[in-house]
């Protein structure tokens, strides 16, 4: 009887001291509470004890300090937490590069008004009253140039522009400098059909026209490749988590609470599984994304170097000045190959001989310009120094979608060594940490991830970077294939308005070709084989009849 009563004593015992070791694990729910509340939830959503988790969808089900209800909570918090970092870093990224593509925009554009303003400033103190009457042609110049930036090729065919603009610059030149004579409208055109042939502006319009192409193709160009990656970058953020996602974020993140280990942290291997599987989509970008900001970089040293936008326009008044200037100096040798081409003009009744030719021509100089002189332009800065800025952004730029994880998955947000939560425990985590990008994500052992359906606004974004960096490569050359009209160009020497092999470069056509004005136009009679080939469809039309009558002749005659 002592010894069963001994026994019943030791098994109450024995309970007694389980209950009071299982007791604080029933009462641990407090830190639970304190933490859930901070999430801005519901307090009394927490049990005041633990409760067993069968009802549990996502957290292990043992011991539990979480509900159905607060499970379902955690999941959407979690869907937040996850977002969060990366719409951060989505978002610094997105501000870097459109503060540089206003920085790059306003530049250029205020670099055009600034070179307006200073031909402008410059030709009317030089040129006067002269300048002032054919102010509109410089001013429909810039206008161009600035619907050329803005639209490209779709807008403005920047080869005709400028032919027509040096065409139209003749045609007045030529007035003012043979004013003793007037000039017809067609006679006026023949000069400016040949405008290339007569060379009246030396080597100047060719090398502006090719030094203007270039650095416009590369400035509107990068500009528009900064803007791209602003976009790219937003439409990217849009793309939401899935629904396996978000039950791995959640595991991850909060099933710790569950158990009453509110500060645990999950191992940073696990991290990078979960981030890895969830932002899958997002690192197949880093392929393309990567060929472009290196076409972007590329195009960047041309604008620091032959394509610099900042020093083709801001000496652009002195260049036009030279042509001028060669126009001016070799005056009567144009005239006379003019006259030889086009015709001998009329004397103007009006022209009054006491009126010079030096007092209606243009006799200006204007100061030498040095390429060393490189002002602070557009809100005070340099081509150079945005340049320089904006590629190291490019380059920090790298690698940036595949590395997310990496960068999540750093600081207060992981624990490092054994002590962390693997994802069942406060333990060490086993599992391979899995490649980047989608296909890899097929053994991901904490995210489902469907590895043959892949997001269609990542894939469109990557077809659209792809095709921005042929953009990017072509205006690298000097070529720009945005648009589908401005595949075909027309060469260094267009505008020459002649086909024929006799007007190459070298040929002069104004001593070869008879003036029009001073003899007649005959056209003689040639009888070549398209002649003879009518003449004999003439005597077959004439013997078919005969050999008809002929037939019928003979038919009556054999009867």
């Given amino acids: 009887m002592k010894s069963t009563v001994a026994l019943l004593v030791l098994y109450i015992l024995a309970v007694i001291f389980v ?8 009462k641990n729910c407090n830190d639970v509470k304190e933490a859930y509340s901070s999430k801005g939830f519901n307090v009394n959503d927490v049990p005041n004890k633990g409760v067993h988790g069968a009802h549990l969808k996502v957290c292990p089900q043992g011991f539990s300090c979480c509900t159905l209800e607060m499970e379902e909570k955690l999941s959407q918090q979690s869907r937040s937490d996850l977002k969060e970092p990366v719409s951060r870093l989505s978002s610094n990224l997105q501000s870097t590069f459109t503060q540089r593509h206003l920085h790059f925009d306003r530049f250029f554009r205020e670099l055009l008004d600034n070179a307006e303003k200073s031909l402008h400033d410059m030709f009317v103190r030089t040129y006067g009253q002269m ?57 006026m055109e023949c000069v400016s059909r040949h405008t290339e042939q007569l060379r009246p502006f030396g080597d100047v319009p ?3 026209r090719l030094q203007l192409t270039r650095a416009f193709i590369a400035a509107r160009t990068f ?4 803007a791209l990656m602003s976009d790219v970058v937003n439409k990217v ?7 396996s996602c978000v039950r791995a974020a959640m595991k991850m993140m909060y099933c710790p609470y569950c158990s009453g280990q509110v500060a645990l942290k999950p191992c940073q291997n696990y991290c990078l599984n979960v981030l890895r599987g969830c932002l899958a989509n997002q690192a197949d970008l880093d392929f393309e994304w990567n060929n472009f900001l290196d076409a972007m970089l590329s195009l960047a040293d041309r604008l620091e170097g032959p394509f610099n936008f900042e020093s083709v326009m801001d000496p652009i008044d002195v260049k036009i000045s030279d042509a001028i200037m060669n126009m001016q100096e070799n005056s ?65 730029a790298k690698k940036f979608w595949s590395t997310l994880p990496d960068t999540v998955c750093v600081g207060d947000r992981i624990a490092i060594g054994d002590e962390c939560w693997n994802g069942t425990a406060k333990s060490r985590y086993e599992s391979v940490v899995m490649n980047s990008g989608l296909a ?20 469109r974004q990557i077809v659209i970077l792809k095709e921005m960096t042929t953009w990017l490569k072509a205006a690298h050359s000097g070529n720009d294939i945005s648009f589908e009209n401005e595949e075909d160009g027309s060469g260094e020497e267009s505008g020459s308005g002649c086909d024929s092999q006799s007007c190459g470069p070298d040929t002069d056509i104004y001593f070869s ?20 080939g009518a003449a004999r469809s003439g005597v077959a039309s004439l013997l078919l009849p005969l050999l008809c009558l002929l037939l019928v002749f003979l038919e009556t005659h054999w009867r």
């Fill in 223 to 226: 500009t528009r490749g900064l």
């Fill in 440 to 459: 890899n994500q097929l053994s991901n052992p904490d995210v489902e991830v469907d590895i043959t359906k892949p997001d269609m606004v990542i894939r």
């Fill in 237 to 243: 953020s849009t793309v939401s988590a899935s629904p």
């Fill in 131 to 187: 300048y002032m009457k054919n102010a509109e042609l410089f001013k429909r110049f810039f206008q161009q140039l600035r619907r050329y930036y803005a639209q490209g090729g779709a807008a403005v065919n920047l080869d005709a522009m400028l032919s027509d603009f040096w065409a139209e610059l003749l045609e007045r030149m030529f007035r003012l400098v043979n004013v003793q004579y007037e000039f017809s409208d067609d006679y």
């Fill in 19 to 26: 209950s009071a070791k299982a007791e604080p694990k029933t």
């Fill in 332 to 396: 009567m040798q144009v005239s006379q190959k003019v006259f030889q081409g086009c015709g001998q003009p009329k004397p103007s009744k009006a022209f009054r001989t006491s009126r010079s030719i030096k007092e209606t021509g243009f006799t200006g100089r204007f100061r030498p310009y040095s390429p060393d002189a490189r002002p602070t332009t557009a809100a005070g800065t340099s081509l150079d120094r945005l340049v320089t800025d904006v590629k190291k952004k490019l380059k920090h």
């Fill in 513 to 532: 070709t008879p003036a029009p004005n001073n003899k007649p136009k005959v056209r003689p009679v040639h009888t070549d084989e398209k002649t003879n």
């Fill in 206 to 208: 060719r090398k502006l």
